[in-house]
């Protein structure tokens, strides 16, 4: 079955760090993925999508199928960074399946 | 565009008693999603309707919890009788069926079930 797994529940930096949050998931196929983003008290909204090869707010994620992982990356977190990110994969159905979510805390 | 509206924000209620939660999607959007999310399990999806069909129901707990849309701009996920361990965010999110498979999430029903 299709899955995703976020190894991680709470990754704490300090700010000007390098963050990596890991995503790995399982299919065999071409998967489309996405990152979301929920920042405290608010909606969850999209941050990237492996499609799109973009970067947005720093952050940047490259799909590996060899490694089946989509690993989300910043070079310098910061302060406004901290929020509860989501990896959600897509594959050739309605559905988004997600990941159970890290805590990425960013500590002054 | 508001973007999705969900009501209520927060709803507090105790054991037993139906619950009532409600959602309008982006204008436009043929698809809608509801979630539910808890500190353990994470982001789950309970059900979706495309074009107001029910498609996929598979996530939902148990009978207790049952959806409706009745029109394309309205939804509801009902919860009755509801149980502490309901207790959680609730979330809809709807798409189009142009491009790609983003969805736009409201704000979320907290639930507390006493």
Redesign the interface.
């Known amino acids: 079955a299709q899955r995703v797994t976020q190894p991680e529940k709470l990754l704490s930096v300090f700010k000007g760090a390098p963050v990596e949050l890991k995503c790995n998931y399982s299919y065999s196929g071409s998967p ?1 993925l ?1 990152w ?1 983003v929920q920042y405290s008290r ?5 941050l990237l ?1 492996h ?1 799109s090869r973009e970067s947005i707010k720093g952050f940047t994620a490259d799909l590996n199928k060899g490694e089946t992982s989509f690993h989300l990356k910043k070079p310098f977190a910061q302060e406004e960074d901290s929020a509860m990110y ?1 990896c959600a994969l ?1 594959y050739n159905t ?8 890290t805590r990425l805390q960013v500590f002054p | 565009d508001a ?2 509206i969900q009501s209520p924000r927060h709803e507090v209620t105790e054991m037993g008693q139906e619950v009532t939660l409600r959602c309008k999607p982006i204008s436009g959007h043929d ?1 809608l ?1 509801w ?1 539910r999310q808890t500190m353990m ?5 309970l059900i ?1 309707f ?1 074009n107001n069909v029910p ?2 129901d598979s996530g939902m707990p148990e009978d207790r919890f049952s959806a409706k849309m009745p029109n394309a701009s309205f939804s509801t996920l009902k919860i009755q009788p509801s149980e502490p361990r309901d207790s959680a965010v609730y ?1 809809c ?1 709807s798409r189009t069926t142009q491009g ?4 736009f ?4 029903t907290r639930l507390t079930v006493l």
């Open positions: 489309e996405f979301y608010q909606r969850l909204q999209l999508r499609i989501y897509s309605d559905k988004l399946i997600f990941g159970t979510g | 973007g999705v698809y999603f979630y399990r994470g982001l789950e999806l979706y495309n498609i996929d979330f999110a790609s498979n983003e969805q999430f409201g704000p979320g």
